[in-house]
Nanobody, 126 residues
């Protein structure tokens, strides 16, 4: 069964840090670009970062570019999202997905993709 599982979320104070993990099962994650997305209550899902299959190319949404870092360890079949200087507006459920469409700071799921996982909740509050 092809599956991506997100983990690493939690509750932190503003200025805090978290590292999210996206682990793959049932397929070789290293063959795919991977994107991180988030959905805040009452808002549309948005792309925040993506990384090419080799890790050479990375894209970030503008509000996170200076604070978030996407990376991957293909040997562990895992992609990470390091989030620093977290802000209340980063509060959301975070998801990962394979083969996103990444152009500049715009990150979208591939056309027709609907198989979102459970996601991992990130809450930033004082």
């Amino acid at each position: 069964q092809v599956q991506l599982v997100e983990s690493g979320g939690g509750s932190v104070q503003p200025g805090g840090s978290l590292r999210l993990s996206c682990a793959a099962s049932g397929f070789t994650l290293g063959d795919h670009a991977i994107g991180w997305f988030r959905q805040a209550p009452g808002k549309e899902r948005e792309g925040v970062a993506c990384i090419s299959d080799s890790g050479t190319n990375r894209h970030y949404e503008g509000s996170v570019e200076a604070r978030f870092t996407i990376s991957r360890d293909n040997a562990k079949n895992t992609v990470y999202l390091r989030m620093n200087d977290l802000k209340p507006e980063d509060t959301a459920v975070y998801y990962c997905a394979a083969d996103p469409v990444c152009m500049g700071s715009r990150i979208d799921p591939r056309p027709g993709f609907h198989s979102w996982g459970q996601g991992t909740q990130v809450t930033v509050s004082s």
